[in-house]
């Protein structure tokens, strides 16, 4: 879902940037849309706010969103920060997007196997979840780990394909670093959540897939970012 979810919000971006850089009735139709968006908005807050389960939904989800839309604005802050290691590797470009989104999708299968496990009853703390998640860990990592290599190899045959110039051997190394780098880390942050979230009587399916997506963008830049460090490009 992750996957599916970039490559909406991609295109949908693109859409409107295109259309807002219009003019004449294109600029019409974007401000009739929002309009729309703006008056549906409200009737259906004002249809259901009395209603207990959207004021939990609604308040979990305000929340989400601000913690996601500050990680995703340090995300780019870190990101802008190495611009001149990513111009003197540029099949960086090709490769930090799968290795970005990848961990998103690890970190939101981790999650949801403690949320289903916490669900059904046979797990109930963070302890317990350790003790019983090591098998799904190596299994998921196992997964990851030929994955991320695929990633290096993919890289190189676009960059052949797109005229790009790749280097084999450092973009299977920054593949593999960065999954050893950040599957841990994501694997930890996702059982926290689920546990902590859980044990407060919050809906960890609210919180679970939203703040690991978008955590796990940060914590493929910082990996990222040692790794270059790490690699010393000249």
């Known amino acids: 879902m992750s996957t599916t979810n970039d490559i ?17 009735v294109h600029a019409v139709f974007m401000n009739l849309s929002v309009v729309m968006i703006a008056v549906s908005s409200a009737i259906l807050f004002l249809k259901h706010f009395r209603d207990g389960a959207f004021k939990k939904t609604l308040t979990e ?17 870190l990101l802008a920060s ?17 290795l970005m989104n990848t961990l998103g999708n690890i970190g939101s299968i981790i999650g949801s196997i403690e949320t289903t496990k916490m669900a059904l009853g046979h797990v109930t703390s963070f302890g317990n979840v350790l003790k019983d998640t090591i098998r799904d860990l190596v299994s998921v990592e196992a997964a990851a780990l030929l994955i991320h290599l695929l990633f290096g ?46 044990k407060r009587g919050l809906d960890p399916d609210t919180f ?14 910082l990996s990222l970012m040692a790794i270059l460090t790490l690699l010393s490009i000249p």
């Not at 989800?61 to 802050?77: A, E």
């Not at 190495?82 to 799968?98: G, N, V």
């Not at 679970?208 to 830049?221: A, E, F, K, N």
């Open 8 to 24: 909406i919000i991609t295109i949908t971006y693109l859409s409107l940037v295109s259309l807002l850089l219009m003019s004449g």
């Open 61 to 77: 989800g305000l929340l989400i969103v601000f913690l996601s839309s500050v990680f995703g604005t340090l995300n780019g802050l």
């Open 208 to 221: 679970v897939i939203p703040l690991t997506t978008s955590v796990s963008d940060t914590v493929s830049t």
């Open 153 to 198: 190899l993919a890289t190189l045959v676009v960059g052949r394909l797109t005229l790009i110039a790749v280097d084999p051997f450092f973009v299977i190394k920054v593949a593999l670093l960065s999954n050893a780098f950040s599957f841990l880390v994501i694997s930890v942050f996702a059982l926290i959540i689920a546990t902590q979230t859980f």
């Open 82 to 98: 190495f611009r001149q290691d990513i111009e003197k590797q540029p099949s960086l470009l090709i490769l930090y997007p799968a």
